[in-house]
């Protein structure tokens, strides 16, 4: 998990989603969402209104992406102006990992599936990329611009991505 900026939440938030997905395991079934995730995203939704949260391919490929993402929708569905950010390239790449790997593409089609759902009633927004087949460029070009006014953070487990983000200039 990326952070930048300012948010006062955000060791919260990293101890919550780092629990969460050190804890998973392959053949355990989610009955219930993430208590501690529900409760980090409200206090991030209700903290600032500038804050921008975007999410990574790894990170909704993981055992426990559809847990993050049930949290996202359930929180944002109630703070209207608060979304999971999600770059066309990281859509690209889940359809690139089905085609790819066999034995990802059912977790892929869920995830694009709960995505295009979680757009439909608002609660994730795709945000058009600059480099559309590869999301680390993406973000990195993005967050240049945005840092400087907003809240950044970025839920993803490619810790290159992550040390290149947080060396870029606030």
């Not at 980090?40 to 990170?59: G, H, K, P, Q």
């Not at 240049?144 to 907003?150: F, H, I, L, N």
């Amino acid at each position: 998990m990326f952070y930048k900026k300012r948010l006062h939440n955000f060791a919260r938030l990293s101890t919550a989603i780092t629990n969460c997905f050190l804890r998973s395991n392959n053949n355990a079934v989610v009955k219930a969402t993430n208590p501690m995730l529900l409760r980090e995203f409200y206090r991030l939704s209700t903290a600032n209104a500038l804050t921008r949260i975007y999410a990574d391919t790894c990170t909704l490929l993981h055992d426990s992406g559809m847990e993050l993402l049930d949290a996202a929708e359930k929180v944002f569905s109630s703070t209207p102006n608060q979304h999971l950010l999600i770059l066309t390239s990281v859509l690209y790449e889940l359809q690139n990992v089905a085609r790819k790997d066999p034995t990802k593409k059912t977790r892929c089609k869920m995830i694009l599936d709960k995505l295009n759902r979680m757009h439909q009633n608002s609660t994730v927004k795709f945000i058009a990329s600059n480099s559309p087949e590869f999301s680390d460029a993406g973000f990195i070009s993005r967050f240049v611009t945005e840092s400087q006014t907003y809240d950044v953070v970025l839920l993803t487990q490619d810790r290159s991505l992550a040390t290149k983000v947080t060396h870029l200039p606030s």
